[in-house]
């Protein structure tokens, strides 16, 4: 791997510099992975589970629940460049913890089942504490985990402990639900099925402050340090110095691409239903599969990015991403048996999830210092993550458009489209990286 120049101690395994063992050091990377899914509980994960419940218990549409998510992702493309120099400046931890309690206090309002507008400043205000003080923090605290020598091995852990986590938590929310309803679910009366989705919720929240302690106890307490060795002013400096790097503007592009991809996982579920004719509860397993998929493959992913470069496993996750979903455009696994698509999106889904696990690797590959992680992870994430805003609408029309397999089809061509110009990206970065490292 290219130079980090972070300053980080030079073999993780042993010591990070304050005499810590491994085992505690297994204790920091659990809690950063718990975190790292436990602040989306409440905004995200409760409602791509029990969406049709929070619709029907909160008497709200599917436009009212999709504004709140909208101004959500308004004030998180804000907070995401703001956030950069807060996580460059302030403890993480404390951030983390901060954000971890602030969101868990809003799933008490949420637990009051608010009005359409007043769910509208809660997910606004969830905006601000699970990215202005939590995302660039948790990729910082994830960075010097990490050292010198473990970079993808950090972040493949940390997205596939997230997977996991989001599976477990789905599932355990699921079985207090149906624990809370009666025998015969259908004859639960509105009373019942409101109080048994208050009981999730508390479930939520509850994880979500416990885990927040949890940051507290187990991550150690760090101060950023600039490149003379003093704390950082809170400035746009830092922002500025990375603004200045070919790489991180690569970066930003590979990002881009490879959250595309995963932004139409959401589409898995509903292509088994179309293209081969699967009940919703069928259906819905080729969803929950996805979890299992992500944990399996940015682990992986991690191990051999500090093995052979990230950069390197990032250019296979994209030409596995875009022979997937080639094959599915194409037609031509259907008709045909129902194992060889499935087969497809599992292997397509490894792709996505493999560049997940270590996009963010790239920071030290292409020698971002340290200093700076928070800036260049603001940046970065003010452009990588506008899949939010616009692939929604965007696979919405492509269905609509066409209704059936054929919509299906566009949607992951575009994905394949997107996936090209994120392998070009890959090349040049691995170009400029090392055209840096050999000036000579």
């Known amino acids: 791997m290219a130079g980090s120049g972070d300053g980080a101690p030079a073999d993780p395994t042993r010591t990070d510099g304050t005499g810590r063992i491994p085992g505690q050091r297994g204790l920091i990377i659990l809690a950063l992975m718990a975190a ?29 629940l999709g504004t709140a998510f909208s101004l959500y992702g308004i004030v998180a493309i804000v907070a995401y460049f703001a956030g950069g120099p807060l996580a460059d400046r302030y403890s993480a931890r404390r951030l983390m913890v901060f954000a971890l309690l602030a969101t868990g206090l809003g799933g008490i309002v949420l637990a009051g089942f608010p009005s359409p507008r007043a769910m509208n400043v809660l997910w606004a205000f969830w905006g601000m504490t699970s990215v202005l003080l939590f995302w660039a923090a948790m990729i910082r605290a994830t960075r010097e985990w990490g050292g010198r020598s473990m970079q993808g091995r950090a972040y493949g852990l940390l997205d596939g402990g997230r997977g996991l986590m989001a599976a477990l938590a789905a599932s355990l929310a699921l079985a207090v639900f149906a624990a809370l309803l009666p025998d015969e679910v259908p004859t639960a009366t509105p009373e019942q099925r409101a109080t048994a989705f208050r009981g999730v919720i508390w479930v939520f929240t509850g994880l979500t402050l416990g885990i927040g302690v949890l940051v507290w106890l187990i991550v150690p307490e760090t101060t950023p340090q600039g490149g003379t060795g003093g704390r950082q002013r809170l400035s746009l400096y830092g922002v500025r110095a990375v603004c200045r790097m070919p790489a991180v503007w690569l970066q930003a592009v590979i990002v881009i691409c490879a959250y595309t991809g995963y932004k139409a996982t959401d589409d898995f579920s509903l292509l088994a239903r179309d293209a081969l004719g699967f009940d919703e509860v069928a259906a819905s397993g080729i969803g929950t599969l996805s ?89 970065v994430s003010v452009l990588g993550f506008t899949p939010d805003v616009f692939m929604g609408p965007l696979m919405a029309v492509l269905l609509d458009r066409s209704p059936g397999l054929a919509g299906h089809q566009h949607v992951f061509a575009a994905v394949a489209g997107f996936g090209a110009i994120g392998l070009l990206a890959t090349l040049a970065f691995r170009r400029v990286t090392r055209a840096a490292a050999n000036p000579g």
């Open 291 to 379: 979890f299992w998929v992500r944990a399996a493959a940015a682990v992986t992913a991690g191990y051999l990015g500090d093995r052979i470069d990230a950069s390197r496993v990032i250019a296979w996750g994209f030409a596995i991403l875009i022979t997937g979903c080639l094959l599915i455009a194409s037609g031509v696994l259907v008709p045909g048996p129902a194992w060889v698509l499935i087969a497809t999106v599992v292997t397509t889904g490894v792709g996505i999830y493999a560049l997940r696990g270590v996009y963010f690797a790239l920071l030290a590959e292409g020698a971002v210092p340290l200093a700076y992680t928070g800036s260049a992870v603001g940046v």
């Open 36 to 64: 790292g899914e436990a602040v989306y509980f409440l905004p995200f994960v409760l409602a791509r589970v029990f969406r049709p419940t929070l619709l029907d218990v909160f008497g709200i549409t599917n436009l009212e």
